[in-house]
Antibody
Framework: EVQLVESGGGLVQPGGSLRLSCAASGFTFSSYWMHWVRQVPGKGLVWVSRVNSDGRSTNYADSVKGRFTISRDNAKNTLYLQMNSLRAEDTAVYYC?????????????WGQGTTVTVSS | QSVLTQPPSASGTPGQRVTISCSGSSSNIGSTNVNWYQQLPGTAPKLLIYNNDQRPSGVPDRFSGSKSGTSASLAISGLQSEDEADYYCASWDDSLSGVVFGGGTKLTVL
């Protein structure tokens, strides 16, 4: 079964750091671009970042550029999001997602999400 | 304020056909593919349409997508109560070098 499972969310103070993980299974992880998308409960979807299959190419939303770092370990089938200098507005459910094969951005496999709360 | 513009709400009765619009610009919809997602309350989004008009396996053919210029549309025919959900369009934006989502449309089945 194709599956993505996020972990690492929690409560962190403003200015703090957190690292999210996304464990992939059931498909050849190293062949796919991977994304992070976040959503404040009751609000819309917001794209955060993506990384190409070998980890050498990344893109970020302006709101997180310079603070967040996306990476991957293809040997461990795991995607990461290192979040530094966290702000209250980063509070959201964070999803990792995989695109349809042979595409980069049509996200057809999603994890269940992990909640990040930035508050003092 | 989202880069892609969707109506905040839409509605229809069972069996009806409804369409949801998504308006963008030359740097996103006008030059790249559009994807559509359905999100039921409390669940992760589900891909309905990719590359403007392609359906992933398992998505009923009641759902269809189209694109013209800098706008795209999602059509749902034979509306069913289980279609009541939030719908989002998304596209790559060449100027921002990122994916942009619409603000979402809440579909109500009356």
């Amino acid at each position: 079964e194709v599956q993505l499972v996020e972990s690492g969310g929690g409560l962190v103070q403003p200015g703090g750091s957190l690292r999210l993980s996304c464990a992939a299974s059931g498909f050849t992880f190293s062949s796919y671009w991977m994304h992070w998308v976040r959503q404040v409960p009751g609000k819309g979807l917001v794209w955060v970042s993506r990384v190409n299959s070998d980890g050498r190419s990344t893109n970020y939303a302006d709101s997180v550029k310079g603070r967040f770092t996306i990476s991957r370990d293809n040997a461990k089938n795991t995607l990461y999001l290192q979040m530094n200098s966290l702000r209250a507005e980063d509070t959201a459910v964070y999803y990792c997602a995989r695109p349809v094969e042979a595409t980069r951005n049509g996200l057809d496999v999603w994890g269940q999400g992990t909640t990040v709360t930035v508050s003092s | 304020q989202s880069v892609l513009t969707q109506p905040p709400s839409a509605s229809g009765t069972p069996g009806q056909r409804v369409t949801i619009s998504c308006s963008g610009s030359s740097s996103n919809i006008g030059s790249t593919n559009v994807n559509w997602y359905q999100q039921l309350p409390g669940t992760a989004p589900k891909l309905l349409i990719y590359n403007n008009d392609q359906r992933p396996s398992g998505v009923p053919d009641r759902f269809s997508g189209s694109k013209s210029g800098t706008s795209a549309s999602l059509a749902i025919s034979g509306l069913q109560s289980e279609d009541e959900a939030d719908y989002y369009c998304a596209s790559w934006d060449d100027s921002l070098s990122g994916v942009v989502f619409g603000g979402g449309t809440k579909l109500t089945v009356l």
